[in-house]
């Protein structure tokens, strides 16, 4: 098939290149002419395992990028991967994405003028952005006043993406399942076609949901809310093990057992962070908010994550007084495996480091550029050694796997004190170690 994925971000990016591995002929449209050069040179502007290969693969070839909407009436499928940004009260702003419907249905429109009006052509424009229900109404009705006459020839429908930075690419090539929210049964047909070949290939066994757009949207909200409640759940749940001197990680491990629960999400730690879950909590709690409902178990869902931060600089706080001594933050993405330092528990703790009047080192093995941006008064260390060299302590962020490597470089801190905030630094003699929840 023949699709255009407008808006090259995370999500876009990846959706265009593992389109276009599964066999349709994509065109990438983004408003970034840096962004375009990069794609059509087979990179990727963002840190994703596995999306370099694919672009360099398919570039030039299934796969081109361009700032124009010309490849939009040709298409068979057109999706609209634009970023929906949060505003300050937790809503999200859909001006960017309603500006890219519009553009989409005029696209059509000029087309349509050129064309026959009974030709009978129908156009799926595909959200694959994140929205709250009632904002499908609101991107909807830019499509159409961009389409203006052509307006009957086009339908919207909804598919939500359920892919984690870090293993983007693996999940949308083995999903847990697809949600179709579409308004008839063409549609649905189109994106059952669309996706038949990746179906093919895992051997079709992928639950598919098929409802309306709004309710495929609630289901990403519910899905990310879920999680999101999980970890703070098992955060708070931490926090008190901490408090009667308890190991979470053994609490948590055997309630992990029980099937109606499940072992995934109760690792406790310093919190989630990233550009899904605190967006998307904040976004369906403002929009209960707007209908009339207070989200209580949500609004304390954002409080526990919010305070996790705080209580790992307590702990720092019990073993050294920090002012004016170097101190080590290992870890400065919101996860490993990706560079997006978007609502990275780091942030916090460096702004509570620099109020304790401390020199902080940062150190990351691929975010570091990204924290420079946000911190440019910050010392990065091009090593996780590095870092730790005469630091009087260490507060562990992110889990990448190389930080559970760390041996004798403690033996080079100034002050051996380490904070881990993800349980992947091993307790060892000489190492004054507080693990945030055990």
């Known amino acids: 098939m023949r699709v255009t994925v407008i808006g090259s971000g995370y999500v876009g990016t990846?959706?265009?290149?593992?389109?276009?591995?599964?066999?349709?002929?994509?065109?990438?449209?983004?408003?970034?002419?840096?962004?375009?050069?990069?794609?059509?040179?087979?990179?990727?502007?963002?840190?994703?395992?596995?999306?370099?290969?694919?672009?360099a693969e398919h570039a030039g070839n299934r796969l081109r990028a361009t700032t124009e909407y010309d490849s939009v009436p040709d298409a068979d499928v057109t999706f609209l991967a634009i970023g929906t940004p949060s505003r300050g009260d937790g809503s999200i702003d859909l001006g960017p994405l309603t500006a890219a419907a519009e553009m989409t249905g005029e696209a059509l429109a000029e087309e349509n003028d050129s064309s026959p009006a009974d030709t009978g052509d129908r156009h799926l424009v595909v959200v694959k952005s994140t929205i709250t229900p009632p904002g499908v109404a609101e991107v909807r009705d830019a499509l159409l006043t961009g389409a203006g006459?052509?307006?009957?020839?086009?339908?919207?429908?909804t598919n939500p993406e359920?892919?984690?930075?870090?293993?983007?690419?693996?999940?949308?090539?083995?999903?847990?399942?697809?949600?179709?929210?579409?308004?008839s049964e063409w549609a649905t047909g189109r994106l059952e076609a669309l996706y038949e070949p990746l179906l093919s290939a895992i051997g079709g066994d992928v639950p598919v949901v098929r409802t309306?757009?709004?309710?495929?949207?609630?289901?990403?909200?519910?899905?990310?809310?879920?999680?999101?409640s999980k970890i703070s759940l098992a955060n708070d749940l931490g926090n008190i093990c901490k408090q009667f001197g308890i190991d979470a990680y053994e609490v948590m491990d055997a309630v992990g057992l029980d099937d109606r629960i499940g072992a995934k999400f109760l690792r406790s730690g310093v919190g989630y962070g990233?550009?899904?879950?605190?967006?998307?909590?904040?976004?369906?709690?403002?929009?209960?908010?707007?209908?009339?409902?207070?989200?209580?178990?949500?609004?304390?869902?954002?409080?526990?994550?919010?305070?996790?931060?705080?209580?790992?600089?307590?702990?720092?706080?019990?073993?050294?007084?920090?002012?004016?001594k170097r101190v080590a933050v290992l870890g400065l993405a919101f996860k490993p495996g990706t560079d997006?330092?978007?609502?990275?528990?780091?942030?916090?703790?460096?702004?509570?480091?620099?109020?304790?009047?401390?020199?902080?080192?940062?150190?990351?093995?691929?975010?570091?550029?990204?924290?420079?941006?946000?911190?440019?008064?910050?010392?990065?260390?091009?090593?996780?050694?590095?870092?730790?060299?005469?630091?009087?302590?260490?507060?562990?962020?992110?889990?990448?796997?190389?930080?559970?490597?760390?041996?004798?470089?403690?033996?080079?801190?100034?002050?051996?004190?380490?904070?881990?905030?993800?349980?992947?630094?091993?307790?060892?003699?000489?190492?004054?170690?507080?693990?945030l929840t055990w």
């Open 14 to 55: 990846t959706l265009a290149a593992c389109l276009a591995d599964v066999g349709h002929d994509v065109t990438a449209v983004d408003i970034d002419s840096d962004v375009v050069a990069a794609l059509n040179e087979g990179r990727a502007a963002i840190h994703e395992p596995g999306l370099d290969d694919l672009l």
């Open 274 to 324: 990233g550009s899904c879950f605190p967006k998307d909590v904040d976004a369906i709690r403002a929009a209960a908010r707007e209908a009339g409902y207070e989200p209580a178990l949500l609004d304390a869902t954002v409080a526990v994550n919010d305070g996790q931060p705080e209580r790992m600089l307590g702990l720092l706080d019990d073993h050294a007084d920090v002012a004016g």
């Open 162 to 183: 359920f892919l984690r930075e870090g293993s983007a690419v693996h999940d949308f090539q083995h999903p847990d399942k697809l949600v179709f929210g579409t308004e």
């Open 149 to 157: 006459g052509a307006a009957v020839r086009v339908e919207l429908a």
């Open 212 to 228: 309306d757009p709004e309710t495929a949207m609630m289901i990403k909200y519910a899905n990310n809310a879920a999680l999101a």
């Open 340 to 435: 997006d330092i978007r609502n990275s528990r780091a942030t916090p703790v460096i702004e509570g480091l620099q109020a304790r009047g401390a020199e902080v080192v940062g150190y990351d093995p691929v975010a570091t550029a990204n924290m420079r941006e946000r911190f440019p008064d910050v010392e990065y260390a091009e090593s996780a050694p590095a870092a730790l060299d005469g630091a009087s302590a260490a507060l562990v962020v992110t889990d990448w796997d190389e930080f559970a490597a760390l041996d004798d470089d403690f033996d080079a801190m100034a002050d051996p004190v380490v904070i881990d905030g993800r349980r992947i630094i091993e307790r060892r003699e000489g190492l004054v170690y507080e693990g």
